[in-house]
């Protein structure tokens, strides 16, 4: 798989990550590092970023590295910990396939702030929609 072609077109063609303005900034054989901005809509009412927002960068993160394996993905499961409030301007998702079978996968995704504080731990189990290519 080509992954900087894979990089290009998740960031010019995926309408959902333009909309929640979440770039792929590295990508390697089941690893995935995305950069998202922090907006006034993407608050809660406490004036910190929705929890919602943090998930949805992890599972993009998560996707994303199944995704880089050369299978498409989807999600199945997943547990996440919020650690501390999302505050800052931008917020880095890290991803890794930590075990991959014939038919899942387990992600670890990593949330950090401006600041490189953890925010977020999760895991993500992914479903292979498509079988590996037989070499």
Do not use: W
Not at 71 to 91: E, K, M, N, Q, W
């Amino acid at each position: 798989m080509d992954l900087e072609k894979l990089k290009e077109k998740v960031n010019a063609d995926e309408g959902f990550m333009r909309f929640n303005g979440i770039e792929v900034t590295h990508l390697e054989p089941g690893c995935c590092q995305c950069r998202a901005r922090m907006e006034k809509n993407k608050e809660n009412p406490h004036g910190i970023a929705h929890g919602g927002f943090l998930f949805t960068i992890c599972d993009t993160v998560a996707g994303i590295a199944g995704t880089s394996l050369g299978r498409g993905v989807v999600g199945r499961s997943a547990d996440i910990h919020f650690l501390r409030p999302g505050r800052g301007t931008a917020f880095t998702g890290k991803g890794r396939v930590v075990q991959a079978g014939h038919t899942t996968a387990l992600c670890a995704v990593e949330l950090y702030d401006d600041r490189d504080e953890l925010i977020v731990s999760a895991d993500f189990e992914l479903f292979f929609l498509n079988r590996p290519a037989e070499s």
